[in-house]
């Protein structure tokens, strides 16, 4: 989604400014631009395309002068990608310059309105109404004209705007999509997430929804949307540096899947306490836990595969139904909620819209939200009920890989919690599982060692058009999250099966050659999903297997084998998911593509 980055203080703002979008280009973007005030008016630079266009034109913003400007990278909604729909956007007289993160629903009714009223539209951007509102309502005080804006946009955004009139200030509002503000000895910031300002400061404030932020070289100030001043306390980042650095992997990508041994230690050990699960921190006594007998859980993308495996986890060990979703699909399916039931909402981000959504219907109607989120004090952290934090740090890469292993973790965690409490499994067994969680770091560290392998055979790959994952149980769970890691950086189209389901009619696909990844790794399911195997095989795929280290007559079946160790098998996925993730990273890289920047992804997808 968008970046936004401004800058107001003693340096020179446009090369602070590039820096920042550039540690913003994880978001996933398709042009940028800057807005700089040069002592005598605004002067603003755009590029279709990556921000090296933009940093080459402006000779890395060298040709810029001034000390305050805002920037921002583009992820189009509305508009093609080009540098006229670029932002910044200003007015006529361009006295005000806009940069926008979100959605402008009502942008229609409000276009109209406008162009009655002879005002005329450059861009085809929802964003250039807010230009246009503010030139309408801008009566010498930038923060009244801000307020009747918002009074009037519905949908979200998080704003930087400039005003030529009030040239030594910038000006942010936030509503449903991230903001933050900066502040050091040297000036002062905005920005749309942490890493962008994080080597210049790391006193942060959050912005919340509806305020408004008037930032000086001498003060913050923060109003609500009537425009009364308000009093925020500042946080301390304490992210190192170095996690939103490469620290000598090429990609952003390879270096979180050889962080998951520690994300996944630093997730689990701190909750393992005297033989116990500790989650006292999530702000849920068991006495609450006990009292659910459902559990939902809502997410999008590899969050909500995380949410399939949870399914399968918290069933199996803590026997308590559960359902898990997709949140833009729960939001609008008028789901039968009752007091009863737990949301768990799942996400790296925290602010992935619909998810929020569907935690604010669910909280709508009564029900107790539980987050697992990776980001502090992001708006699906503040929102819920209670948070069970994933300890990944920073991710970069778009593709999720530590975040989703964290996530995975954080349900064994509950589902363990769940099963003491509700005694559905004996205390030894209970003990052999936390004992099987403590073990999982060392064992996917040992599974990194496979990469060459791995690397061997996606080079083989490289060329294919389809590949086609199949599993059964959590083995499936595994595959939805194998296939959609492929195809969103390899661009190879993928699906996942649930591997007694093909032959309902998938395995029609099947060719000569068609690869098939069979992920085998629960002993209950392994005579099944062989046979699975051994059905597209006579149909004459070449089959790559992944299965635990017990299991290795599979060589007689499939044509390549990787293993896995072998740990509690609700726990498999912790494992099993390493080498495809290191096979998605090495098609991608073997196709020589942009693997930690896929085309039109977004890492924060802030819109519906
Ligand atoms: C985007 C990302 C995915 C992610 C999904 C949910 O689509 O590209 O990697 O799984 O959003 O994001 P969240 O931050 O809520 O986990």
Not at 161 to 168: E, G, R, T, W, Y
Not at 380 to 392: Q, S
Request: aromatic share 8%.
């Amino acid at each position: 989604m968008c970046g936004i980055a401004g800058y107001i203080g003693k340096q020179q703002a446009a090369p602070i400014i590039l820096d920042g979008l550039s540690r913003l280009e994880y978001r996933g973007y398709d042009s940028a631009g800057v807005a700089v005030y040069d002592g005598e008016r605004i002067h603003m630079e755009k590029a279709q395309g990556r921000l090296r266009v933009l940093e080459e034109l402006t000779q890395h913003g060298a040709t810029m002068p001034g000390f305050c400007g805002i920037g921002h990278t583009r992820w189009a909604t509305h508009g093609s990608p080009s540098d006229t729909n670029a932002h910044p956007h200003m007015n006529e007289s361009n006295s005000i310059a806009v940069v926008h993160n979100g959605i402008i629903e009502n942008y229609a009714q409000l276009k109209q309105r406008l162009l009655n009223k002879g005002y005329h539209f450059a861009s085809e951007t929802d964003t250039e109404v807010l230009v246009h509102m503010l030139t309408e309502y801008y009566n010498g005080d930038p923060v009244e004209a801000i307020e009747k804006v918002m009074h009037r946009v519905e949908g979200s955004y998080a704003l930087g705007i400039m005003f030529l009139d009030h040239p030594h200030h910038i000006y942010a509002a936030r509503k449903d999509s991230p903001l933050i503000v900066g502040e050091s000895s040297d000036g002062k910031f905005i920005a749309s997430d942490v890493p962008a300002i994080l080597q210049y400061t790391r006193t942060v404030y959050y912005m919340e929804n509806e305020e408004i932020a008037c930032l000086s070289t001498e003060h913050t100030r923060f109003f609500n949307v009537d425009g009364e001043p308000i009093q925020k306390t500042p946080v301390t980042i304490d992210w190192d540096i170095h996690a939103a650095e490469k620290g000598g992997f090429e990609h952003f990508m390879l270096k979180e899947i050889h962080e998951q041994p520690k994300a996944i230690k630093d997730t689990i050990s701190p909750r393992i306490k005297d033989g116990d699960i500790d989650l006292s921190e999530i702000g849920m006594s068991d006495e609450e836990l006990l009292s659910f007998h459902k559990i939902t859980i809502v997410a999008c993308g590899s969050a909500y595969h995380s949410g399939v495996t949870g399914r399968y986890v918290l069933e199996d060990l803590a026997r308590i139904p559960t359902e898990a979703d997709l949140a833009s699909e729960f939001r609008y399916r008028n789901p039968i909620y009752d007091a009863g039931t737990l949301v768990i909402v799942v996400s790296q981000s925290g602010e992935t819209a619909d998810s929020l959504a569907a935690l604010r219907d669910a909280k709508a109607h009564g029900c107790k939200v539980l987050a697992i989120v990776n980001v502090v004090g992001s708006s699906i952290a503040r929102e819920a009920d209670a948070v069970l934090y994933t300890w990944a740090g920073p991710e970069i890469a778009v593709a999720t890989t530590k975040a989703y292993s964290c996530q995975i973790a954080a349900f064994y965690l509950l589902a363990l919690k769940f099963a003491r409490l509700r005694s559905t499994i004996t205390p030894e067994r209970f003990q052999t599982l936390l004992d099987a969680l403590s073990c999982l770091p060392g064992q996917v560290e040992s599974l990194l060692a496979q990469k060459e392998k791995i690397q061997f055979f996606a080079n083989h790959y490289l060329a294919t058009e389809h590949i086609f994952f199949i599993g059964r149980g959590i083995d499936y769970a595994l595959c939805l999250e194998a296939s959609l890691k492929l195809k969103e950086i390899s661009y190879i189209h993928s699906e996942a099966y649930a591997a007694g389901e093909l032959k309902h009619g998938t395995i029609s696909l099947m060719e000569n050659g068609t690869l098939v990844i069979a992920v085998a790794t629960q002993d209950a399911l392994y005579p099944k999903t062989v046979s699975n195997i051994v059905e597209v095989k006579t149909r004459g795929a070449f089959v790559m297997a992944v299965t635990t280290l017990q299991h290795p007559e599979m060589e007689k079946c499939a044509d390549y084998v990787l293993y896995v160790p072998k740990t509690a098998a609700p726990f498999m996925d912790s494992l099993a998911i390493v080498p495809l993730q290191l096979f998605a990273y090495y098609v991608s890289l073997g196709r020589g593509l942009d693997v930690d920047k896929p085309r039109n992804l977004a890492k924060s997808v802030t819109v519906e």
